[in-house]
C-alpha cells in the first residue's frame, strides 16, 4: 500500500476527534451566548436585575437605582380620609361605593322583565322598552370615589403612589357614624356595614341611595420595585410595562421573576472551555493537513475563529457590544493564524 494511503489511514481518527471537539466548543460557546443573552433580554423587558432584601429591610446607599425584592406588612402612616363623610381607615386604600335602588332592564331572548335593585350606575330607563312605569330618578347625588393613604411604609421604605394603588386585596370597612356630618347623619342611617337613605333599611324604595367602604388590607406582601432615596418606586424602563411586582405574602424572587431568576452560571468558566474545546479540535485537523505536530498557537488561533464567529450569533441585533467583542476574538484567531503561517519553520 503507498506511503500516502497509509498516512491518510492513520490521520482519519485524529480527523474525527478534531471534528467532535470542534462541533463541542462550538456547541457550548452558542448555548452559553444564547442563554445570555436570552437572560439579558429579559431583565431588560422587566426594568433590570434584582436584588434580594429580604423582609422589612432599611435604606442602604449602595442600593440606590437599583431593583429590589423586599416583604413584610406595610405600615400605614397617614391614613386616607373620605372628607365628605368623615371616615377614615388604617389602610393603603379606601373606597367609596355608591348606589342606588331602581329599575333595571333583564332580556332574555325576546322576553324582558323589571326589577328593582341596587345599581352602582345611573341606569337610563328612557332607553327602556317599557319606561312606562319603570321610570328612574338619574344620576347619583353622591359619586363614588378612591382615597389614598398620604405616606405608606415598607420596611424603612415609603411607598410611591403607583405601588400604593397596586396593593392587593379589598375588604368591608363597617362606617363610624360618630363622624357623619350632621346633616348626613339625619339622611343616613347604618344598615348591614353600609350608610343608606331608606326609610326601612330593609326595605328600600326607588331612588335610595347606598353609600359603602372597602379598605385594601393590611397583609404580608412581598414587592419588586426600584430604590429612589428612601423610596419605592415604579422602574421607569421596563419595556413590558411590568415595571414593579407586588404578590400576596412571602414570595419568592422565583416565583415573581421566573426568568430573571434563571441567571446562568459560569458563563466565563463556559467560554473558556468552549475556547479550549475548539482549539483542540482545530489543533487535530491542522496536524492532518500536514503539520508534523500539534501547533499550540495555532490550534489557539483556529478555536478562537470558529468560536467568536458562531459566538457573536446570539448577539446579533440584542448587543452590539458583544458581537462586537466575539468578532474581534475571531480577528485575534485570524491573526494567530496568520502569524503562525507566515512564522519561520524551526
Known amino acids: 500500500m503507498p506511503a500516502r494511503r497509509i498516512a491518510a489511514l492513520r490521520g482519519a481518527p485524529a480527523v474525527a476527534a478534531g ?7 462550538i456547541a457550548l460557546a452558542v448555548w452559553t451566548e444564547r442563554s445570555l443573552a436570552n437572560y439579558r433580554a429579559a431583565l431588560q423587558q422587566h426594568g433590570g436585575a434584582v436584588t434580594d432584601l429580604g423582609a422589612d429591610a ?3 446607599p449602595e442600593l440606590q437605582g437599583k431593583l429590589v425584592r423586599i416583604s413584610g406588612t406595610p405600615r400605614v402612616v397617614v391614613p386616607p380620609l373620605d ?20 329599575w ?11 326589577e328593582l335593585d341596587w345599581a352602582d350606575k345611573p341606569q337610563d330607563s328612557s332607553r327602556f322598552a317599557q319606561p312606562n312605569g319603570h321610570a328612574n330618578p338619574g344620576p347619583f347625588a353622591i359619586a363614588g370615589k378612591r382615597f389614598e393613604a398620604g405616606q405608606v411604609q415598607l420596611g424603612g421604605y415609603m411607598l410611591d403612589a403607583a405601588l400604593v394603588r397596586s396593593l392587593p386585596g379589598s375588604e368591608a370597612v363597617a362606617p363610624d357614624m360618630k363622624a357623619l356630618p350632621a346633616n348626613l347623619a339625619a339622611s343616613f342611617s347604618l344598615h348591614d356595614k353600609a350608610l343608606v337613605t331608606s326609610a326601612k333599611p330593609g326595605s328600600p324604595r326607588l331612588g335610595d341611595l347606598r353609600v359603602s367602604w372597602r379598605a385594601v388590607p393590611l397583609q404580608e406582601v412581598t414587592m419588586i420595585a426600584r430604590v429612589a432615596g428612601d423610596r419605592l418606586v415604579a422602574a421607569p424602563n421596563a419595556a413590558d410595562g411590568g415595571d414593579y411586582g407586588v404578590n ?8 415573581m ?3 430573571m431568576a434563571a441567571q446562568p452560571g459560569m458563563a466565563w468558566l463556559r467560554r473558556i472551555l468552549a475556547v479550549l474545546l ?3 479540535g482545530a489543533g487535530l485537523l491542522l496536524q492532518w493537513r500536514g503539520t508534523p505536530r500539534i501547533d499550540p498557537t495555532a490550534a489557539l ?3 478562537l475563529l470558529v468560536v467568536g464567529v458562531f459566538a457573536a450569533l446570539p448577539w446579533l441585533g440584542s448587543s452590539t457590544l458583544a458581537a462586537v467583542l466575539w468578532l474581534v476574538a475571531a480577528l485575534a484567531g485570524v491573526g494567530l493564524l496568520v502569524w503562525r503561517r507566515r512564522a519561520p519553520v524551526r
Open 58 to 60: 432599611e435604606p442602604q
Open 301 to 303: 488561533g483556529g478555536g
Open 248 to 255: 400576596v405574602g412571602d414570595s419568592a424572587l422565583l416565583d
Open 257 to 259: 421573576r421566573p426568568d
Open 104 to 114: 333595571r332592564e333583564l332580556r332574555l331572548g325576546n322576553s324582558v322583565t323589571y
Open 83 to 102: 372628607a365628605d363623610f368623615g371616615q377614615h381607615a388604617d389602610t393603603p386604600l379606601l373606597a367609596r361605593h355608591v348606589e342606588m335602588f331602581q
Open 278 to 280: 475548539a482549539a483542540a
Open 19 to 25: 471534528l467532535l471537539l470542534l462541533v463541542l466548543g
